[in-house]
């Protein structure tokens, strides 16, 4: 069956509850997809409606060679998703909220800048956006990523995610499994690197984060994150003192995955609250 497009993009992604409840869209990080997300779509999907989207040229969309893999080529195709496949436009005055991880916390800040008024709130989440450059593991992913040979590469990759883990024993061997099938794609070793030397070289702008203060924000790290280190923890709390902060025991860069419950709660609970610090009855 043909996947729905975007621009003429083949995309996937997945709905979870009532349509026309609240909008939360969840967007992965660098080599990732959708799956990485877990059940937390489906679990928060009793109060929202939860939207999960492989990035163009990530997971199961499709990976065309001339596709713009830079930040703002990514926020414009979310933004074309959300108009395309959603049904979101912003002078409808439809409000969303975007859980960004990495990459896609990036993305997520850059579609909240040029989109302020549709945002609802924002959530990052051991977000990349601060780097001057990629740190030590960075380096390693994208040789791993882009190493030729295939049994070489899966025990690069497969040493990687390791790392992305404060525990890493707890990486499923599907989780390997899937990254290298997913780059043995055509088109996903030139997304891939595209987009990492983008992201790990551009920053989000002072005026940038100026323009977003006063959307409600949280941001969540692991402590134990080894990719963008807890020191971009607290370079974000020095751009957006007004959002909300967490940080994750325990737990490496992706915490929603060593840690779900716990994230989990804490989405819930930030995405549940009114403005007012009150929650919604549902």
């Known amino acids: 069956m043909p996947l729905p497009t975007v621009k003429g993009v083949g995309t996937f992604y997945k709905e979870y509850g009532n349509p026309k409840a609240e909008h939360v869209l969840f967007i992965h990080g660098l080599g990732a997809s959708s799956l990485a997300w877990r059940d937390i779509p489906d679990a928060l999907s009793e109060y929202f409606h939860t939207i999960t989207v492989d990035l163009i040229g990530f997971g199961g969309s499709e990976?065309?060679?001339?596709?713009?893999?830079?930040?703002?080529?990514?926020?414009?195709?979310?933004?074309?998703?959300?108009?395309?496949?959603?049904?979101?436009?912003?002078?409808?005055?439809?409000?969303?909220?975007?859980?960004?991880?990495?990459?896609?916390?990036?993305?997520?800040?850059?579609?909240?800048?040029?989109?302020?008024?549709m945002i609802e709130k924002l959530v990052l989440i051991d977000s990349s956006g601060l780097l001057e450059g990629p740190t030590p593991l960075l380096k390693d992913y994208r040789l791993a990523a882009t190493e030729v040979n295939p049994v070489t590469r899966y025990e690069k990759v497969k040493r990687v995610l390791e790392n992305l883990y404060a525990g890493p024993s707890?990486?499923?061997?599907?989780?390997?499994?899937?990254?290298?099938?997913?780059i043995e794609k055509p088109g996903a070793k030139h997304a891939f690197e595209a987009a990492f030397d983008n992201?790990?070289?551009?920053?989000?702008?002072?005026?940038?984060?100026?323009?977003?203060?006063?959307?409600?924000?949280?941001?969540?790290?692991?402590?134990?994150?080894?990719?963008?280190?807890?020191?971009?923890?607290?370079?974000?709390?020095?751009e957006l003192p007004m959002a909300k902060y967490e940080t994750i025991a325990?737990?490496?860069?992706?915490?929603?995955?060593?840690?779900?419950a716990l994230v989990y709660e804490k989405l819930r609970t930030f995405l549940m609250q009114d403005d007012d610090t009150t929650k919604r009855t549902t």
């Open 199 to 238: 992201s790990t070289t551009t920053q989000i702008k002072p005026d940038g984060f100026k323009q977003i203060e006063d959307i409600p924000c949280l941001i969540i790290w692991g402590e134990k994150d080894n990719l963008i280190p807890i020191e971009y923890y607290h370079r974000f709390r020095q």
């Open 250 to 260: 325990d737990a490496g860069h992706a915490p929603f995955v060593e840690k779900t």
């Open 170 to 182: 707890r990486l499923l061997p599907v989780a390997v499994d899937l990254f290298d099938y997913t």
């Open 63 to 117: 990976k065309p060679e001339n596709a713009d893999y830079t930040v703002k080529g990514f926020s414009k195709f979310i933004m074309d998703f959300l108009i395309e496949r959603i049904g979101i436009e912003e002078k409808e005055h439809t409000k969303i909220s975007i859980v960004g991880h990495s990459l896609g916390g990036y993305i997520a800040t850059q579609v909240a800048i040029q989109n302020k008024e």
